[in-house]
């Protein structure tokens, strides 16, 4: 419920956000990437920290920290300062990094691991759910003569709602570690964990799908309202998407537990490259962006909830926090690349920046293949898990 509930008003963010500083502040798209960035990088701290205090606070309270930094985030679309959207938007960054670690560090402790690819499957659908339920809202919102800041209203209340839930109605998650012992680990426990060439591979993995996954979400909505002119189409597209990834989510989650983890995960990273190449092709038309958008949200998705299952299947359970804190940190920092990535070479070609960030997810299969081989081997040799380089 509280998945579902962040989607609805978390999604319309992401996809009216760009939109909002082209229309309200004339930026060109390499500076709304640079806005974009900022809030990642801000999430790239959030997720570090969120890790450290997921093991030691308890998953349950990181998630809560994350709703509450939402809620002050929505206020960004009733200011029109170039600095306040600029603050509010890396408080933004903040609840995601917060929300992402509490919560997918909540999932691994309190799910059975043998239907883990299910549990993260249905964790991810709620949020795409409610994106696909939140995204036709916001644009009936927008085009009705409210406007941004009847939008941000909007995303206000339901915000405070999912927080409210979070605190009354959640209980704990299992795997808490001792607080003090979790205070001498904290950011130097983070540390000798990235050491570890298994949790470098995990990185990787989850790094090289983001840029692509990045440009996506700054440049798609941009290129679609250029074409379509109007908010609505924008709002279609992305509940199109999220609809699509739901069934995706959910097909790689059940397929991740019934047959394993290496075809799911080599079938998402050769849809993202299909993706690549339509978008490279018929990025100026709209059926284009349409379909190979789609494509790609999908398949970036579904890679996000086998990510679940990779972390389950190489970490101890103590230590999903803090690993689920590089990954985000990770995927922040790919975030902040793909939307600079994007909007710099956008100006040089409209498919130039699908093509780059699409193609870079050839060297994520090989990443995929040497983990899933090294998870193999060492189940016979259950040490060298804790080898480092």
């Known amino acids: 419920m509280l998945q579902f509930l962040s989607g609805i008003w978390y999604m319309p963010q992401l996809a009216f956000f760009p939109i909002y500083l082209e229309e309200t502040l004339g930026f060109l798209p390499v500076v709304i990437a640079a806005f974009v960035a900022a809030g990642q990088l801000a999430g790239l701290v959030a997720g570090l920290a969120g890790g450290a205090l997921s093991d030691s606070r308890g998953s349950k ?47 691994t402790r309190a799910a059975d691991p043998s239907g883990l690819g299910l549990a993260s499957a249905l964790y991810a659908l709620c949020l795409t759910l409610g994106g696909a339920t939140g995204n036709p809202l916001a644009g009936r919102v927008l085009d009705s003569g409210g406007g941004f800041p009847a939008f941000g209203l909007m995303l206000l209340a339901l915000a405070l709602a999912t927080l409210m839930g979070a605190v009354l109605l959640l209980p704990a998650a299992p795997g808490r570690v ?27 993995i989850r790094f090289l799908p983001t840029i692509y996954y990045a440009m996506l979400g700054v440049l798609i909505p941009l290129l679609i309202n250029r074409v379509a002119g109007n908010k609505s189409t924008v709002a279609l597209y992305a509940s199109a998407s999220l609809i699509v990834a739901s069934t995706a989510q959910l097909a790689a989650g059940r397929a991740a537990d019934r047959f394993g983890r290496r075809g799911p995960a080599l079938i998402g990273f050769g849809t993202l490259m299909l993706s690549a190449l339509g978008l490279a092709a018929f990025a100026d038309e709209l059926w284009g962006l349409f379909a190979f958008g789609v494509l790609g949200n999908a398949a970036a998705w579904a890679l996000a909830a086998l990510m679940f299952c990779l972390v389950s299947d190489g970490v101890v359970r103590a230590e999903h926090g803090r690993v689920f804190g590089l990954l985000h940190a990770s995927w922040s920092a790919a975030m902040i690349a793909g939307s600079l990535l994007g909007g ?33 081997d060492d189940a016979q040799q259950p040490e060298a898990r804790y080898e480092v380089i």
């Open 61 to 107: 309270w990181v998630l809560v920290l994350g709703l509450l930094c939402a809620s002050v985030a929505t206020l960004t679309f009733r200011v029109s300062q170039p600095w306040l959207i600029g603050l509010l938007w890396v408080v933004g960054g903040l609840a995601v990094g917060f929300h992402t670690t509490g919560g997918q560090s909540y999932v």
């Open 178 to 204: 001792n607080a003090s012992r979790a205070a001498d680990e904290g950011s130097a426990g983070s540390l000798a964990l990235i050491r570890r060439t298994r949790v470098q591979m995990l990185v990787g």
């Open 344 to 376: 710099a070479l956008l100006r040089v070609g409209v498919g130039l920046p699908f093509l780059v960030g699409g193609l870079l997810n050839g060297a994520a299969v090989f990443l995929v293949l040497a983990y899933l081989t090294q998870l193999r």
